[in-house]
Structures are given as C-alpha cells and as structure tokens.
C-alpha cells in the first residue's frame, strides 16, 4: 500500500500510533506493519512534521501554502490577496489585480485555489 492511500484509510488508532512514535525508526516499524514502504528519509522528514505539528510551528511548506506560492501537483496555490503579473480580470469592473479576481484561478482544486496560468506551472 502507498503512504497516501494508507493516510487516507488509516483509523483514528492508527494515526495515533503514528503521531505518538518516538524516532524515525519506530515510524518507520510501524509503517512496516502495515506494508508501507517508507524510507529513513522519509521517515526522518515524517517525524519533523510530526514535533512541529506538536508545537504549533508551521513549517516551510505550511508557510508557503499559507502565504500563496506553494505548488500542488504544478499548480501555484494562490490566496485571495496573492498577486502576479499575469493577472487577467474577470471584468473591466474588476481590476485590483489580486487571484481572487483573475481568469487564471481556479477555486476548486483538491481543495485549494490554484492559478491556472502556464507561465506559473512549475516546472
């Protein structure tokens, strides 16, 4: 099973398990058991998210995806304030220049706001 589809699927046990482990080790053990593959990279990664999470700091890519500027799948995630060069408005009418207004968003990606403009694809 992939890490993402086990995410999705696992119990509220599971990810307490999950959220108590110790090290990178013991995640990755506990991963193991329920055959997922994950590397000590990952895991390593996995428990920084998981101390930061526990204090409340965000990290880098919590910020970014706050802030606008993050990308999903190659798309820039944007918020309503976010601006670039590329805005288009949506009417004459609507012309301050910020996502929320732009042609290029689209509001329903996976949840996100996304721009939609190919010069803002990341490559």
Known sequence: M?????????????MDLILAAKSA???MILAKEHEVELSEFEAA???????????????????D???GGAYKDGYLVVTV?????????????????????????EPWYDGLEVCLHPANMQK
């Open 45 to 63: 990664e996995a428990m920084k998210n998981i101390a930061s999470k526990a204090t409340g700091e965000l990290s880098d890519d919590d910020l």
């Open 2 to 14: 992939n890490k993402q589809d086990f995410l999705k699927q696992a119990t509220k046990e599971q």
């Open 65 to 67: 995806a706050v802030a």
């Open 81 to 105: 304030g976010y601006g670039c060069e590329y805005y288009s408005a949506r009417s004459e009418a609507l012309g301050n220049g910020t996502c929320c207004l732009c042609n290029y968003l």
């Open 25 to 27: 080790k013991e995640l």
